[in-house]
């Protein structure tokens, strides 16, 4: 697919959206725009300590967590989160090079919504077992349609803004990646787009 047939898809998929919105207005009330929900609300920070899977970079300067995407170079290039009080004391499996240092870790701490602050040793992600999420679907198909997808994924990133990681579809549903939701973006997603088509993950987990 050409990028100019890409962007062609994009831009049905939303102003289907922004029509069914816009016919719903019509039939007696008015309808915000498609991620308006998501847009205007923001998670309570976590109360307690959560735990996270990442890329750990160090430039020298500052170490950061990064939970999304990471260009595979050396050293490699992404961005996340500050970390407070990391040490590379003890962890024999990072890499470096070009004054920076690098690994792959499961991390316990306290996010407060702008830095991550280390509670307890990181665990190397090769010999970390994490626990199995539940299944969120109950294994059945999404109701999002292809035009639906495509729509909701071209407005996500900018309703989430930087609490955003990534996104894709299967089976009819949108899998939104965030640094941390605590339940408020997936009711926002739902009121948004309609229920069964979203699933928002929050790559920070409580830690019962």
């Known amino acids: 697919m050409t990028l100019r047939r890409s962007a062609a898809v994009l831009l049905a998929g939303a102003t289907l959206l922004l029509t069914s919105c816009a016919a719903a207005a019509d039939a007696g009330g008015s309808a915000a725009p498609p991620g308006a929900a998501l847009a205007a609300l923001t998670p309570e920070d976590p109360t307690g300590e959560v735990l996270a899977q990442g890329t750990v970079l160090d430039d020298g300067?500052?170490?950061?967590?990064?939970l999304g995407a990471v260009a595979e170079s050396a050293p490699p290039q992404c961005s996340g989160i500050p970390l407070i009080g990391w040490s590379w004391e003890g962890l024999t499996d990072a890499a470096s090079a070009g004054g920076s240092t690098w690994g792959t870790y499961a991390v316990r701490g306290v996010y407060d919504g702008e830095s991550f602050t280390i509670?307890?040793?990181?665990?190397?992600?090769a010999l970390f077992d994490p626990i199995a999420r539940p299944d969120p679907t109950g294994g059945k198909a999404g109701a999002a349609s292809a035009q639906d997808a495509a729509a909701?994924?071209?407005?996500v990133p900018d309703a989430l803004g930087s609490g955003y990681l990534g996104s894709y579809d299967q089976d009819g549903w949108v899998y939104v990646d965030v640094v941390w939701d605590d339940g408020t973006w997936q009711r926002a997603a739902d009121e948004d787009f309609g229920p069964g088509k979203?699933?928002?993950r929050s790559a920070l987990r409580s830690v019962d």
């Open 61 to 66: 300067t500052t170490a950061t967590l990064c």
């Open 119 to 125: 509670r307890d040793a990181p665990v190397p992600l």
């Open 152 to 155: 909701i994924q071209s407005i």
């Open 198 to 200: 979203v699933i928002i």
